[in-house]
């Protein structure tokens, strides 16, 4: 066995000698490659040899330029991994940076997920997850919580108004302020719509907003999520007789008729606009 790989390999080494390639190359390009992938994502050095199925030593060394040289197909693995790649790979009890779990979990509990809810679901204490030192998880717990962020990303959770309003002060965005492509990496933000300063107006230099608009807004998107009237006063945290006066003083009574409407309650029945 020996003698046959030896003899294959020279066989190999000496039509590359004669056509001018070399089997090794300079570490440079797979060096900073690595680097990116740690600072630009937050990768482990442990996570790209899985990603590559190089020793964890090899991309140590690469990463502290300790290593002189390199295999070329060492360097046309490592050149092969994304991010991507890292956080979808099938190994289960590698480990991957935890802010994307964690920007996930934030965002359900911004539509109404609570820990208790959430936790059922994935199978570990969500609350000790957010919360546990360190900046990395397993693969299977980031995994676990992703399965869970796509099925209820669009659906409202059950929290109640003083729930809600606490989550809002802690200011987690919520899934539609996040893209797919950015939501684990690091240096991404998320996007909030236009700031507005503590009286509620635009910060300076921005389009103008209001705040009745944005709770149009919710309304709506509350009604087509199929939230009723009670449901719709615990998620604003407002009586449904303030909602529907403020909507109508600024313009937005057709919200309200449209929610009206599709309860088909004949108790209720939709205001006249303003002529």
């Known amino acids: 066995m020996t003698s046959k790989y030896n003899a294959a ?6 039509i590359d000698h004669d056509r001018g390639l070399t089997r090794t190359t300079t570490p440079a390009r797979a060096s900073e490659h690595i680097r990116q992938l740690i600072s630009q994502h937050g990768v482990s050095i442990r ?11 090899t991309i140590s060394l690469l990463n502290r330029g300790k290593q002189t040289s390199i295999k070329r197909t060492y360097e046309a693995k490592i050149l092969a991994v994304t991010a991507e790649k890292i956080f979808n790979r099938s190994l289960s009890t590698g480990f991957v940076p935890n802010i994307g779990a964690r920007r996930r979990l934030q965002a359900l509990m911004a539509i109404g997920w609570r820990h208790q809810d959430l936790t059922k679901r994935v199978g570990f204490s969500t609350g000790t997850m957010m919360h546990q030192r360190g900046n990395y998880i397993s693969q299977f717990k980031h995994e676990a919580v992703l399965k869970v962020y796509d099925q209820l990303w669009n659906v409202p959770g059950p929290a109640d108004g003083r729930t809600m309003t606490r989550v809002a002060k802690a200011g987690y965005a919520p899934p539609l302020a996040w893209d797919d492509e950015s939501i684990d990496d690091p240096a991404a933000a998320p996007d909030l719509g236009t700031p507005l ?6 910060a300076l230099g921005e389009a103008r907003i209001k705040k009745i608009d944005a709770l149009a807004e919710d309304v709506d998107y509350l009604r087509r999520t199929g939230a009723g009237i009670e449901e719709i006063e615990q998620r604003t945290g407002k009586r449904w007789a303030d909602i529907r006066s403020e909507l109508h003083r600024a313009g937005h009574q057709e919200v309200c008729d449209k929610l009206l409407i599709q309860l088909d309650n ?8 303003a002529a």
């Open 9 to 14: 390999y020279m066989k190999r080494w000496k």
């Open 47 to 57: 996570s790209i040899a899985d990603a590559a199925g190089i020793s964890a030593g």
């Open 197 to 202: 300063n503590s009286r509620g107006r635009p």
């Open 266 to 273: 004949p108790k209720r029945t939709p205001r006249k606009a």
